[in-house]
């Protein structure tokens, strides 16, 4: 008795040990990861000649801060606000135009075990696996040809490359749902409408919520597609215009750029803070269930 409990506080200093050393780890690459923000922020209070030197690393203290300014004027000047609301429309509109259109498809390839339903789910999933480089050129002249060259419309062609992603994940939790539910619904008189948005969305909230998010990264964050697509006269997201603050001969306004960063990267930051348990519970449920 004496030995088995001696061998058990044994095992359990070693997993004590390897519990705190683990936790000094991810502290570590935690720290690593959020260190660039931190970096964005303090660079962002700097004048600009503070930026350019080798006074980059240090705190924005002394006659090297720079207040606010460097905002006014990535605002102002550039006209940050304008590209603050196309991408915040083009960001909106493509994902809640992903989540209707891919949960009604998942729901479909779900409950008719056909062979066009099936041919339908691998071409979503096979969609995940092509690169966007491949089809960048035809896309843009497609776009051009239909029209759907403007933040208006381009909606339907992050439809097109964020249903296999969502399709996946919708799919994979819609399996779970037990028929005899919706059945029920059914005999109390509901139509197939009324049972896809009263008893299948409120079930699938937490794939809803984690497929919004990841895709909401996506299209917020996206700079190649829309500088293909969009006239980039008359048009441009946030991520495009951030290119606009490098001048001539290779200058770059430094202190008004991470201004606009910081600024850039603040909703996404708050809104997976937020919702990051939907997140994981989504991504599970989409994965392994079914």
């Known amino acids: 008795m004496d030995k088995s409990v001696a061998v058990g506080k044994s095992m359990g200093e070693k997993k004590k040990i390897a519990n705190t050393i683990m936790t000094v780890v991810f502290s570590i690459l935690s720290v690593l990861w959020i260190y660039p923000i931190i970096m964005i922020l303090f660079n962002s209070l700097k004048?600009?000649?503070?930026?350019?030197?080798?006074?980059?690393?240090?705190?924005?203290i002394g006659d090297?801060?720079?207040?606010?300014k460097n905002f006014v004027y990535g605002i102002s000047e550039m006209?940050?606000?304008?590209?603050?609301?196309?991408?915040?429309?083009?960001?909106?509109s493509s994902v809640v135009?992903?989540?209707?259109?891919?949960?009604?498809?998942?729901?479909?390839?779900?409950?008719?075990?056909s062979k066009a339903a099936k041919a339908i789910y691998y071409l979503c999933v096979f969609s995940m696996v092509v690169p966007f480089q491949m089809v960048m050129f035809t896309l843009s002249k497609t776009?051009?040809?239909?029209?759907?060259?403007?933040?208006?419309?381009?909606?339907?062609?992050?439809?097109g490359f964020g249903a296999g992603l969502a399709v996946f994940m919708f799919t994979g939790f819609m399996k779970s749902i037990p028929l005899e539910i919706e059945e029920a619904a059914m005999i109390d008189g509901c139509s197939p409408l009324q049972i896809f948005f009263k008893v299948v969305m409120p079930i699938t909230k937490p794939?809803?919520?984690?497929?919004?998010?990841?895709?909401?990264?996506?299209?917020?964050?996206?700079?190649?597609?829309?500088?293909?697509?969009?006239?980039i006269k008359n048009y441009r997201t946030i991520p495009m215009n951030i290119q606009y603050f490098r001048g001539s001969f290779g200058s770059v306004?430094?202190?008004?750029?991470?201004?606009?960063?910081?600024?850039?990267v603040l909703p996404i930051i708050i809104l997976y803070l937020i919702c990051q348990k939907y997140i994981i519970e989504g991504v599970v449920a989409g994965a392994v269930k079914g």
Do not use: H
Request: glycine share 2%; proline share 4%.
């Open 47 to 60: 004048v600009e000649s503070a930026i350019s030197t080798n006074r980059i690393f240090e705190l924005p």
């Open 64 to 68: 090297a801060f720079n207040g606010i």
């Open 79 to 92: 006209d940050f606000l304008s590209s603050f609301w196309y991408s915040l429309f083009i960001t909106v």
């Open 97 to 113: 135009l992903i989540i209707l259109c891919c949960s009604m498809c998942a729901w479909y390839i779900c409950r008719v075990n």
């Open 143 to 159: 776009a051009d040809t239909l029209k759907l060259n403007t933040p208006y419309d381009i909606c339907i062609i992050y439809l």
């Open 207 to 231: 794939t809803t919520i984690s497929t919004a998010i990841l895709e909401t990264m996506w299209v917020w964050n996206d700079y190649l597609l829309p500088t293909l697509v969009l006239d």
């Open 253 to 264: 306004q430094m202190g008004p750029m991470m201004a606009c960063i910081l600024i850039t």
